[in-house]
């Protein structure tokens, strides 16, 4: 049975979402139809709109959301109507990176992300004229009323938990604080730098501060992000503007901080963050960059230093959700504060703020 859904569709690079009906296409075995609640707005989303991650278009973007299982497919287990669920990145399941629980690093990761189609190749979406809108973008295509998921990205929550504040840790929380809590191991007394006070460095500084870090500094170009990282476990904050970023960062940690997660790919900053560390320290590496950014070999080489391209904070989803949530719970892992919450129809205002800094993390509510 196919199923009509409102969505934002985007039809061009740097265009404006469109709202259009569109039709969903019949369940496979393995995948639930989910009635979506609300979703987050990513920066991952924007790199689509910009340009900056290439994608087939049209195509309906989302990929943070949360929502009501409708209907299940024939081999679903685990999942029924009625149940909460929270949706994140989609993997094959089978390839070895999988099968060793290292699911963000699906081999199949861009085709089944990124590509707008299932594994097989067909698409989940269509115009009323039928015409194909790629979907299943991150598994899910959760800008729209109505979803088509794997049951493999969807992770069931607790019904005392307000599904509108579930989505974000779907990708962008989780990232965040994965990278602290999973990627890097950070341990008890130790000094991190996180560049770019939005959702994703925020959860990290949040993260930090529950791995037990004694020196955790926020370096943003707005003060009153520096204020919040304070707010939420920064204990000291480097204005990207005005300051000698390296210079106060050596200064404070006495000769380099020993981890640094930079949030922004832009090159300048990420070149801040490597130099603010000391010899043999891990820096990771979570931002979307320009297509042409580049970064100087001499930043690493000979310093003893490692670089972590990370993704989705090594998670696995059906795990560390739900951790999350527990800390949420126990009042260490405030996460609903960075949320801003927008109407569906108001989604380009949610990216305009989004952009200009007024909102950390958009969260979209459906009608």
Do not use: W
Request: glycine letters at 12%.
């Amino acid at each position: 049975m196919t199923t009509s859904a409102n969505a934002a569709v985007l039809r061009g690079v740097d265009s404006p979402f469109t709202f259009e009906q569109v039709v969903l296409d019949e369940l496979e075995p393995t995948e639930i139809l989910v009635k979506i609640v609300a979703t987050g707005l990513c920066h991952t989303d924007l790199a689509v709109v910009h340009g900056h991650i290439p994608a087939a278009l049209p195509m309906v973007l989302g990929h943070e959301g949360a929502g009501i299982v409708e209907q299940v497919g024939a081999a679903v287990t685990g999942f029924g109507v009625g149940d909460h669920v929270g949706l994140s990145f989609a993997a094959c399941g089978h390839c070895d990176n999988c099968l060793s629980g290292r699911a963000a690093y699906c081999v199949n990761f861009l085709l089944l992300n990124v590509a707008g189609v299932r594994e097989d190749g067909t698409t989940t979406i269509k115009g009323s004229d039928g015409e194909v809108i790629r979907g299943s973008f991150f598994g899910q295509s959760s800008f729209a009323t109505h979803a088509i998921v794997s049951a493999h990205n969807a992770v069931k929550i607790p019904d005392d938990v307000p599904l509108d504040i579930v989505g974000p840790l779907g990708c962008g929380i989780q990232t965040g604080a994965g990278t602290v809590l999973n990627s890097l191991n950070v341990p008890a007394g130790a000094s991190v730098v996180v560049t770019g006070a939005g959702a994703v460095g925020l959860s990290a500084i949040m993260a930090a501060q529950i791995a037990g870090a004694t020196t955790i500094i926020a370096v943003d170009v707005l003060d009153q992000r520096l204020e919040f990282a304070t707010k939420l476990g920064a204990t000291h904050t480097v204005n990207g503007a005005s300051d000698d970023v390296v210079a106060t960062i050596h200064a404070i940690t006495g000769g380099g901080a020993a981890y640094a997660i930079d949030t922004t790919a832009i090159p300048s900053v990420v070149a801040d963050a490597i130099n603010s560390t000391r010899f043999g320290a891990t820096i990771a590496l979570l931002g979307v960059p320009k297509p042409d950014a580049v970064l100087p070999l001499g930043l690493v080489s000979g310093a003893g230093k490692t670089l972590v391209g990370g993704i989705e904070g090594d998670s696995v989803p059906q795990v560390f959700i739900p951790e999350l949530l527990a800390l949420y719970r126990a009042g260490r892992f405030p996460f609903d504060q960075l949320i801003t919450r927008y109407a569906f129809d108001d989604i380009e205002k949610a990216i305009a703020d989004t952009q200009s800094g007024v909102t950390v993390k958009a969260v979209l509510t459906m009608p």
